[in-house]
């Protein structure tokens, strides 16, 4: 799956990409109880579970191994996040690509070239010229 926004122009933004046993939601609309600012969709079958707010909080009220198992998933996200954005604020093109296929080699399989490039917050060109080892 791939959870990603629109700008004005009509780009797509790859915000998170996932795979099996991970779950993927808009934090922000959750807690704001607000319509998302992002599409999710799936790039393979999934099986998909939807939760209204009120059924959530019953649920982590009423069995304390679902609020630990959530809180676990969200410190995971959270770190994985941190790591991303200093990749993308510190690293170049061929650096954030390596780290990419490090952290998540299966990715490159699973994902068309330009959900990956968007992902990275390249073009496909440059995802391209790095895979070539034609890095600018």
Same mark, same amino acid.
């Given at each position: ?5 629109t ?10 990409? !996932? ?5 993927? !939601? ?15 969709? %799936?790039?393979? @079958?999934?099986?998909?579970l ?9 649920? #982590?009220?009423?069995?304390?191994s679902?609020?630990?198992? #959530? ?9 994985? @996040?941190?790591?991303?954005? @200093?990749?993308?604020?510190? #690293? ?5 690509? %390596? ?17 990956? %490039?968007?992902? #990275? !917050? ?10 070539? !080892?034609?890095?600018?």
């Amino acid at each position: 799956m791939r959870q990603y926004s629109t700008d004005e122009k009509g780009a797509e933004h790859v915000i998170q990409l !996932g795979i099996e046993t991970w779950w993927m !939601g808009d934090r922000e609309s959750i807690v704001t109880r607000t319509p998302s600012k992002y599409n999710i969709d %799936a790039w393979e @079958n999934c099986e998909l579970l939807t939760i209204s707010h009120t059924d959530t909080v019953s649920v #982590l009220d009423q069995i304390p191994s679902v609020r630990k198992m #959530l809180q676990v998933m969200e410190e995971k996200n959270s770190i994985a @996040n941190q790591k991303r954005l @200093n990749s993308t604020i510190s #690293l170049a093109a061929d650096s954030r690509y %390596a780290e990419f296929v490090k952290e998540y080699p299966n990715f490159m399989q699973r994902f068309p070239q330009h959900i990956i %490039a968007s992902y #990275l !917050g390249i073009t496909k060109e440059t995802l391209s010229r790095v895979r070539r !080892g034609n890095v600018l």
